[in-house]
Antibody, heavy 115, light 109 residues
């Protein structure tokens, strides 16, 4: 059974960099593609970006200038960095496996941007 | 990029059928057979219900079906049950990124 778990600070100051990690079990990050999605409270889902098995990345056009995705195959993890955050980046952040749809999701982690 | 257009809410009685639409453009829904649908109960992570327009993952009841015509994809739920009450989101490949719909709240009366 594939499982994903997000981890990282729940509170980030404005203008700083949000950093999250997704730990994968039951599959290898060297296979498929791995995706980040976020959801502000009471709002819809927003696709952030994805990284293909240790290689190419695709980013949301609206966030592209602030996103960095990476993979650590030794830890079976992939990570998100979002720079220059504002209150508008406050959301629940999800990681997911991207293969035949987003079939496996983490439980989500709330990140609040506030001083 | 603009979100795909979904009705904000739909409602129907148990046992009936309901269809949720998802309208995009030739640059996303109309251009690729990579539309997926997600069910999200309150406070929970989304669950994949349909991928690649019409395919159902293992474990999803066959009451759920997907289709596409032109720039509009649709999710149909037949034999509605109380447990189907949730938010539903469509998602489409758009060439170099994915885009979600705004979401539809399904109420089972």
């Amino acid at each position: 059974q594939v499982q994903l778990q997000e981890s990282g600070p729940g509170l980030v100051k404005p203008s700083e960099t949000l950093s999250l990690t997704c730990t994968v079990s039951g599959d290898s990050v060297s296979s498929h593609a791995w995706t980040w999605i976020r959801q502000p409270a009471g709002k819809g889902l927003e696709w952030i970006g994805r990284i293909y098995n240790s290689g190419p990345t695709q980013y949301s056009p609206s966030l592209k200038s602030r996103i960095t995705l990476s993979v650590d195959t030794s830890k079976n993890q992939f990570s998100l960095k979002l720079s220059s955050v504002t209150a508008a980046d406050t959301a629940v952040y999800y990681c997911a496996r991207d293969y035949n749809g987003l079939a496996f999701w983490g439980q989500g982690t709330l990140v609040t941007v506030s001083s | 990029q603009s979100a795909l257009t979904q009705p904000r809410s739909v409602s129907e009685s148990p046992g009936q059928s309901v269809t949720i639409s998802c309208t995009g453009t030739s640059g996303d829904v109309g251009g690729y057979n990579y539309v997926s649908w997600y069910q999200q109960p309150p406070g929970k992570a989304p669950k994949l219900m349909i991928y690649d327009v019409t395919h159902r993952p293992s474990g999803v009841p066959d009451r759920f079906s997907g289709s596409k015509s032109g720039n509009t994809a649709s999710l149909t739920i037949s034999g509605l049950q109380a447990e189907d009450e949730a938010d539903y989101y469509c998602c489409s490949y758009a060439g170099s990124f994915l885009v979600f719909g705004g979401g539809t709240k399904l109420t089972v009366l």
